[in-house]
């Protein structure tokens, strides 16, 4: 897909971070957007950032985690737009617990949106997108999709999932040639509200981390929402099969290729410093 100028994109979690982003970006360059939140103050403000745009701008508060709303706002992005090309399956939450600490009400809580959210969005949409006959879907994974990290067992094992999920659901679509295609993405420390919302349980501490460490990170993070959207517009225009955004995620993608196994060591290591 080079041109974006009269296709339609569904975005969820567009209430705020590269979501938001992505709908300002993509209107810019005429594309047509139906955004999504579970944030219904966030998304109207997205909303009315993108007053004036030119482009149809339609919008539902969604949880992702919900099979049957994911389903009814696809067919509710379809009526309205008349086609859908591109699905952003870009909801997500983050969650700080050991194993032997953190509760199955979290487990699933985690689950439900960051793997389960990517499942429903990419279901519901997919017919639409090989309807259109030039679709992509573009998943959120993380670097953390891509190296485990202490206190981090719930959220690796989510951002994992969709990993595996998009990279099998792209071999599927070439082989199908339906005029679709997919792409995961796997951002480092990106200033958004994810770290913020996080939810920290407090069994961090058998391992010598804070449960408030998460702002200690934050404090880490160097890439922009508005260049990790662009980004990933430029990851659809080159049809990549994966996009890291951040050096931190090059870095880090690169020591787990040279180090497979080892860098466990080294990320053990400086997670006590920042404990």
Same mark, same amino acid.
Request: charged fraction near 20%; include cysteine.
């Given at each position: 897909?080079?041109?974006?100028?009269?296709?339609?994109?569904?975005?969820?979690?567009?209430?705020?971070?590269?979501?938001?982003?992505?709908?300002?970006?993509?209107?810019?360059?005429?594309?047509?957007?139906?955004?999504?939140?579970?944030?219904?103050? =966030?998304?109207?403000?997205?909303?009315?950032?993108?007053?004036?745009?030119?482009?149809?701008?339609?919008?539902?508060?969604?949880?992702?985690?919900?099979?049957?709303?994911?389903?009814?706002?696809?067919?509710?992005?379809?009526?309205?737009?008349?086609?859908?090309?591109?699905?952003?399956?870009?909801? =997500?939450?983050?969650? =700080?617990?050991?194993?032997?600490? =953190?509760? &199955?009400?979290?487990?699933?809580?985690?689950?439900?949106?960051?793997?389960?959210?990517?499942?429903?969005?990419?279901?519901?949409?997919?017919? &639409?997108?090989?309807?259109?006959?030039?679709?992509?879907?573009?998943?959120?994974?993380?670097?953390?999709?891509?190296?485990?990290?202490?206190?981090?067992?719930?959220?690796?094992?989510? *951002?994992?999932?969709?990993?595996?999920?998009?990279?099998?659901?792209?071999?599927?679509?070439?082989?199908q040639q339906?005029?679709?295609?997919?792409?995961?993405?796997?951002?480092?420390?990106?200033?958004?509200?994810?770290? *913020?919302?996080?939810?920290?349980?407090?069994?961090?501490?058998?391992?010598?981390?804070?449960?408030?460490?998460?702002? *200690?990170?934050?404090?880490?993070?160097?890439?922009?929402?508005?260049?990790?959207?662009?980004?990933?517009?430029?990851?659809?225009?080159?049809?990549?099969?994966?996009?890291?955004?951040g050096n931190?995620?090059?870095?880090?993608?690169?020591?787990?290729?040279?180090?497979?196994?080892? &860098?466990?060591?080294?990320?053990?290591?400086?997670?006590? *410093?920042l404990g």
């Amino acid at each position: 897909m080079k041109d974006f100028k009269n296709k339609v994109a569904a975005i969820t979690g567009a209430g705020s971070g590269m979501g938001r982003s992505l709908a300002v970006l993509l209107a810019a360059r005429g594309c047509h957007v139906a955004l999504s939140d579970i944030n219904e103050t =966030g998304l109207a403000e997205t909303v009315k950032l993108l007053d004036g745009s030119g482009v149809k701008v339609t919008s539902q508060r969604l949880d992702v985690s919900e099979k049957a709303a994911v389903f009814a706002w696809a067919d509710k992005v379809a009526a309205d737009h008349g086609k859908v090309n591109l699905i952003f399956n870009n909801a =997500g939450v983050a969650l =700080g617990s050991v194993v032997d600490g =953190g509760g &199955y009400d979290d487990l699933e809580w985690i689950m439900n949106i960051n793997f389960w959210g990517v499942v429903h969005g990419t279901k519901a949409f997919l017919p &639409y997108l090989k309807d259109s006959g030039d679709g992509h879907i573009i998943n959120t994974s993380s670097l953390f999709g891509l190296m485990a990290v202490p206190s981090q067992s719930a959220y690796n094992a989510s *951002k994992f999932a969709v990993r595996g999920f998009t990279e099998a659901l792209r071999q599927e679509l070439e082989l199908q040639q339906v005029g679709v295609s997919a792409t995961s993405v796997h951002p480092g420390g990106i200033k958004t509200n994810i770290a *913020k919302a996080a939810r920290m349980d407090d069994s961090v501490t058998k391992i010598g981390m804070s449960p408030n460490s998460s702002a *200690k990170f934050e404090k880490l993070f160097r890439t922009t929402a508005d260049d990790a959207a662009a980004q990933m517009i430029r990851a659809v225009e080159k049809n990549q099969r994966r996009l890291l955004i951040g050096n931190d995620a090059k870095a880090m993608d690169l020591m787990v290729r040279l180090f497979p196994s080892a &860098y466990q060591k080294l990320v053990s290591m400086s997670s006590k *410093k920042l404990g």
